[in-house]
């Protein structure tokens, strides 16, 4: 069974996406967070996995314990979409920080992430992909939306609290922005990160891990063509040390991929808030 569980902190109600099994053995009930959802305000549809999204349980509980004013607000988004659109598509970095500020005053940083960038430059694939946006203009998008990232990313960097992370690409693929993302996350979540990406070569990593020993390493991966190259990444992390914790994830894995890794594989790829989490748990292990 799953529900949506709230949690009161300072005065705001937080909501988790929970399963709920029997523990036959035990003779007891398991509940395990599937997904973190956010403050209650700002809780929509999409935020729920596809395939619970239906449940009437869960449409139940949105109805009556979310605000009256989704409307407007599911509108605001729609419009702060837009704008990142066009300040994305017309390479005005000024006017995307605007946006971006604006939309922290009531916000999160992975709320922004995920409410905002990732559906826009889905958009922009989507568009290019069809032949209605040039090249050109998907590559201007593109290094807008990592000029931003990295701007975030400096404006975040904060007293290192918790662990030293790599993030990197295999060799091969090109696609770093969600490296970019993911390493502004950990950053204003108190982590140190390096970010190896895009397409390192095995090599470089373990050299790279001789000099900093990290306590985790984040390999984010978006085509599937690119999934035998992660795992020979991993293989060879894995033969350099046993017991570090590797997180593979990334749009290659959206559709179930089923491909074998001696890591983590996070299938959910909008696991950014679960990440600083796991990977705190496992350094206090
Ligand atoms: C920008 C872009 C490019 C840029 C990349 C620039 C760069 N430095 O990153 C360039 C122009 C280089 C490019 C090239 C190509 N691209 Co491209 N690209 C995109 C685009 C528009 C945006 C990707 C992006 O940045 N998204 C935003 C980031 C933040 O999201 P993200 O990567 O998913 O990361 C988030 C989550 O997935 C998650 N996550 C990621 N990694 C991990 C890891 C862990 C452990 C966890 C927990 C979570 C996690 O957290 C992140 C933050 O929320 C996508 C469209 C799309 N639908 O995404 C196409 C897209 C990915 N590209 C595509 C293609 C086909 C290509 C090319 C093959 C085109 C070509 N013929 O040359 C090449 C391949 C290059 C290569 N070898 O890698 C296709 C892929 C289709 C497929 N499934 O195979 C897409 C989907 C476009 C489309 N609709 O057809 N691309």
Redesign the pocket.
């Known amino acids: 069974m799953v529900y949506i569980r709230k949690k009161n902190v300072k005065n705001v109600d937080y909501l988790y996406l929970v399963k709920s099994t029997w523990d036959k053995i035990h003779k007891t009930s398991r509940q395990e967070t599937i997904k973190y959802l956010g403050a209650i305000n700002n809780v929509t549809q999409e935020d729920i996995p596809e395939e619970y999204r239906n449940d009437p349980k869960i449409q139940a509980f949105l109805l009556e314990n979310t605000p009256k004013d989704r409307e407007k607000r599911e509108k605001i988004i729609e419009k702060l979409q837009l704008q990142i659109f066009s300040c994305l598509t017309e390479g005005d970095l000024d006017g995307a920080k605007k946006t971006y500020r604006a939309f922290l005053n009531d916000n999160s940083l992975?709320q922004f992430?995920?409410k905002i960038?990732?559906p826009v430059?889905?958009k922009?694939?989507?568009m290019?992909?069809n032949g209605i946006l040039s090249?050109a203009t998907?590559?201007v998008?593109?290094?807008i939306?990592?000029s931003l990232?990295k701007i975030i990313s400096e404006e975040k960097k904060g007293r290192s609290l918790h662990g030293k992370i790599i993030l990197t690409?295999p060799v091969?693929?090109?696609?770093?922005?969600?490296?970019?993302?993911?390493e502004s996350?950990l950053l204003n979540k108190g982590f140190t990160t390096f970010n190896l990406s895009?397409?390192t070569p095995a090599e470089s990593v373990l050299n790279f891990m001789r000099s900093i020993t990290p306590d985790a390493i984040?390999?984010?991966?978006?085509?599937?063509?690119?999934i035998p190259s992660g795992q020979r990444l991993t293989k060879k992390i894995r033969e350099f040390s046993k017991k570090i914790p590797i997180?593979?994830?990334?749009?290659?894995f959206?559709d179930g991929s089923k491909a074998k890794f001696d890591a983590?594989?996070?299938d959910?790829?909008?696991?950014?808030t679960?990440?600083p989490r796991i990977m705190k748990t496992r350094k206090k292990k």
């Open positions: 992975d992430y995920e960038l990732n430059m889905e922009i694939g989507t290019w992909s090249v998907e590559h998008s593109s290094n939306a990592h990232v690409t091969g693929e090109e696609h770093n922005l969600g490296c970019s993302v993911m996350f895009p397409s984040i390999i984010s991966i978006t085509l599937p063509d690119s997180y593979v994830g990334g749009q290659a959206k983590n594989v996070i959910d790829i909008n696991s950014l679960h990440l």
